[in-house]
C-alpha cells in the first residue's frame, strides 16, 4: 500500500519561505501522480498543487501560482512544495496525496502538516 509522509510544516513570518517534502513508500517511484491539498478548520480542503508521475506537468491553484513550486525527485520518491511569499492566508494544514494522474490525485493522503504564517 502506497504510504505518504509530510514533512516541513512550521511557523513562518509573512513573506518568508517554506519548503514541505512528502516521502512515498509501497510504490515504485514515478509510477503515481501526487498533489498537496491544504485545510483550515471550518473549510474543506482546498487544491493546491499537483504533478505528473514524472514530474513533466504541473497544475497550480490561483491562490499559489508564482508563489509556490511543486516538483518531484522519483530517484528518492520524494516530493516537494517550494513556498515563498507566504501569506497570512496560506496558514493551513497540508496533505500529500497520490492517484493514478494529475487530475485525480486524492486517492491516497498523508497525514497532513502544519503551516502557519504569522504578521
Known amino acids: 500500500q502506497l504510504q505518504l509522509v509530510e514533512s516541513g510544516g512550521g511557523l513562518v513570518q509573512a513573506g518568508g519561505s517554506l519548503r514541505l517534502s512528502c516521502a512515498a513508500s509501497g510504490h515504485a517511484s514515478g509510477t503515481f501522480a501526487m498533489g498537496w491539498f491544504r485545510q483550515v478548520p471550518g473549510k474543506g480542503r482546498e487544491f493546491v498543487a499537483a504533478?505528473?508521475?514524472?514530474?513533466?506537468?504541473?497544475d497550480y491553484a490561483d491562490s499559489v501560482k508564482g508563489r509556490f513550486a511543486i516538483s518531484r525527485d522519483n530517484a528518492k520518491n520524494t516530493m516537494f512544495l517550494q513556498m515563498n511569499n507566504l501569506r497570512p492566508e496560506d496558514t493551513a494544514v497540508y496533505y500529500c496525496?497520490?492517484?493514478?494522474?494529475?487530475?485525480?490525485?486524492?486517492?491516497?493522503w498523508g497525514q497532513g502538516t502544519q503551516v502557519t504564517v504569522s504578521l
Open positions: 496525496t497520490a492517484g493514478p494522474a494529475i487530475g485525480y490525485v486524492q486517492d491516497h
Open positions: 504533478i505528473s508521475s514524472s514530474g513533466g506537468r504541473t
